[in-house]
């Protein structure tokens, strides 16, 4: 890995170092101080906000930090799949905001037929098998639509990282087009199960359980994934991958199986995404695109193949977006959009590849 | 170069049959056929050139050309308007062109600083983030636009005697683009970012600064666009946020794919197959007994994309050429 990382900073870094070096200098201190003002700003300045300054408020501010902690969670879930399948495949799936999608309509479809309801589904009507299995439902069939798709169109081609990336556009419309046909351009929501839905006290606010639960699904997943790529035997040979496949392939281990099973569970956490995000936020035409967005601006923050990176990218990103919808002046919030854009340039001016990425 | 060379004399030839089929056009073609069909076709022709020319020249596959495009659209729309959604600043319609070129070019510029460090995958998926978060932007901020968009632009006088004058200008544009391009990257700086796109280390070990080649082939792509997206609301008469999102921003490279990524004319031979598919499959007899309806369109041109995809990444361009080069394509 060491000798990895050393050797493409030799062969791509160099030649621009000095320059670089200046650029990354200025634009290192202009990154502090922007911080520097954000943090003032909430803390001390941010009047005329519809959250107020944090040291007047400061359950706002705490419950703004869950907002932002529990949408991370959820991007990360997403963005997860995303990262897992590039570091090990070099395959952008462009498709990854559809599989999302999919899982989200037909987790939607499951429930409504084990409720017995079309319409108007109370929490109470739902328990936890209600939620589970549709969650497993919806994700399974995202993942063997990924695996369908790695099978017939991606696995002949790998390393033309481009074509790939257009295939996977071409599958995204596609689909998008089928599930608009299926399931109708109106939104549809799914049912937290009733257990998770009652409210507690959070400095006197009252805090939806279903977003910590959501949060903690989220940390739980990200923990398996912890064990699974860092503690398992696959998980070695799919780090060995990332680093040096035709390697691997040397040593006599079976990589296709093991590009078969990445792919697999970068589906299938696209696809728990898409259920968490229906129950969460509903699904609807155009949802696939934003989450793809969504996982676009994770692995851009946090570094394309790295894990850790779509920690960071998710805790970035998630918190860049409850705490512009809060705190920017209450005239001026649609233009929340911008700190996004402003995450991205930064974070982009000093490390083009990311928090955790590798040199390209 | 990335391109085989055809012998001069058929070039001169075809290029002398589409001139002479595109002047006339309005003499033969159906009114819908010159000022629908045409005109899209030309104005999504010019924002598709801009796409091939850095792809293919400067190894760029951008998605943000629509979104520069609709920048200009947006801009124009905000000038010359005096009413509805946007600043409605009433401007003179020229004034509002040239206001609007040079902010979308600006916009071009800074994506291209922002982008310039990275290539391949990585350039697309930063573009199309730009893209889909312009897209929000203009959607949301009510200052510019908000979701009903900007309606009730009106181009120059000069084109209101005859709907077929901007069909015209359409095609002038058109040549212009294909001109210009072909001039720059026949130019030194076009050969450089030729070079950058081959081999980015070499170039920079010549003394060549990378990066602003390829900011300024994007900020000159971008001035491109620009220009098909005044047109296009001259056309149109109003621009919406829904005309940027993400699915026109994927036709866009949709259509060039189609016509053929490493060359310049598949701009426009995607943009007629895209818009003519577009127009007339209904006509086609039978079509809808095997599913095929007007309404699942998408689903037919995301099938012809794998298709390509799967069988020449080329495109139709590349049918007719036999030394296909997969330069785009290679790692």
Known sequence: ?360 | MSTKRVPPAIEGIVVLLVAVLGISAPLFGSSFFVNFVLTRTLILGIAAASLIFLSAYGGMVSLSQFLIAGVAAFAVGNAVTTSGNGLHLGWNPWLGMVTAIALATIVAVIFGALSSRTTGIYFLMLTMTFSVIGYYFFSQVTTFSGAGGVSGVRPPPVFDKHPSRIYYAALVLSALTYAGFRYVIRSPFGLAMQGVRDDPVRMAALGFNVSLHRTIAFAFAGFVSAIAGVLYVWWNGQIDPKSIAIAPTLSLLIIAVIGGISRLEGAWLGAFTFVAANSYIRLIPLVDKIGITPSRFNTLIGALVVLIMVLSPEGLVGIFSRRPSKQTFKK
């Open chain 1, 1 to 360: 890995m060491s000798a990895e990382i050393v050797s493409s900073r030799a062969s791509s870094g160099t030649l621009h170092k000095p320059k670089r070096t200046l650029a990354s200098t200025v634009s290192r201190s202009v990154g502090v101080a922007a911080l520097a003002l954000v943090l003032l700003w909430v803390l001390i300045f941010a009047r005329g906000t519809s959250a107020e300054p944090a040291i007047r408020n400061p359950g706002e501010f705490l419950v703004t930090l869950l907002d932002g902690l529990t949408l991370a969670g959820l991007l990360f879930v997403v963005a997860s799949g995303f990262t897992l399948i590039f570091g090990l495949m070099r395959t952008v799936n462009m498709a990854h905001g559809s599989l999302f999608l999919l899982s989200a309509y037909v987790a939607i479809d499951v429930q409504q037929k084990m409720v017995g309801k079309a319409r108007n589904i109370e929490a109470s009507d739902v328990n936890i098998a209600s939620w589970v299995l549709p969650l497993f439902a919806g994700a399974f069939l995202a993942a063997v639509v990924g695996l369908f798709t790695h099978f017939i169109f991606l696995r002949w081609n790998q390393g033309q990282d481009l074509r790939q990336a257009l295939l996977t556009i071409g599958i995204s419309v596609i689909l998008a087009d089928q599930m608009l046909a299926r399931f109708g351009g109106l939104a549809q929501k799914m049912s937290w199960p009733g257990a998770v839905t009652h409210f507690i006290k959070i400095f006197g606010r009252r805090y939806a359980v279903s977003r910590l639960f959501m949060l903690a699904l989220a940390i739980v997943l990200g923990f398996a994934l912890w064990f699974w790529l860092n503690r398992t035997r696959m998980g070695m040979v799919i780090r060995a991958g990332v680093d040096d496949q035709p390697m691997v392939r040397a040593l006599g281990i079976n990589i296709s199986l093991v590009l078969a099973v990445t792919f697999f569970v970068g589906a299938f956490l696209a696809g728990i995404g898409g259920v968490m995000g229906a129950s969460f936020a509903g699904a609807a035409t155009g949802v696939d695109g934003q989450w793809l967005l969504n996982s676009l601006v994770v692995v851009i923050i946090g570094g394309l193949g790295s894990i850790k990176g779509a920690v960071a990218g998710s805790l970035l990103y998630g918190i860049v977006v409850s705490f512009a919808a809060s705190y920017l002046p209450s005239d001026y919030t649609f233009y929340s959009i911008i700190l996004t854009f402003a995450l991205l340039a930064l974070v982009l001016s000093v490390r083009p590849q990311g928090l955790f990425g590798k040199a390209p």
